[in-house]
């Protein structure tokens, strides 16, 4: 390799060095904002029952996103998946479907 190249090589590694460094700053950053609260669901708007928000669920743990779910629960105000309430479902559900995808 020429020295030329060598160069040309070594300011792109340094483009991307900073660029992997304003990501980073931007994912602490979405981290520390604050989470809004659940919008709050009205019982008789209820269309889901606990087996398909589980399955849903277990789906994104299978995808490698089990962290994420446990946090979205405790997010809901539960400490397990049963402990959700029902008239939260929709919401949650929302939320498990958008999990995983860049936004």
């Known amino acids: 390799m020429t020295k030329e190249t060598l160069a040309s090589l070594a300011a792109e590694l340094e483009t991307c060095g900073q660029t992997l460094l304003k990501i980073a700053e931007a994912l602490q950053a979405k981290e520390k ?42 997010r809901y105000g539960a400490e397990k998946l049963s402990g959700l309430d029902a008239a939260k479902y929709e919401a949650f559900l929302k939320d498990l479907e958008v999990m995983g995808h860049a936004g």
């Open 33 to 74: 904002a604050p989470i809004p609260e659940p919008q709050k669901q009205e019982p008789a708007s209820q269309k889901f029952t606990l087996e398909e928000v589980r399955k849903v669920a277990a789906d994104k743990s299978r995808q490698g996103f089990t962290e994420e779910v446990r946090n979205l629960i405790h």
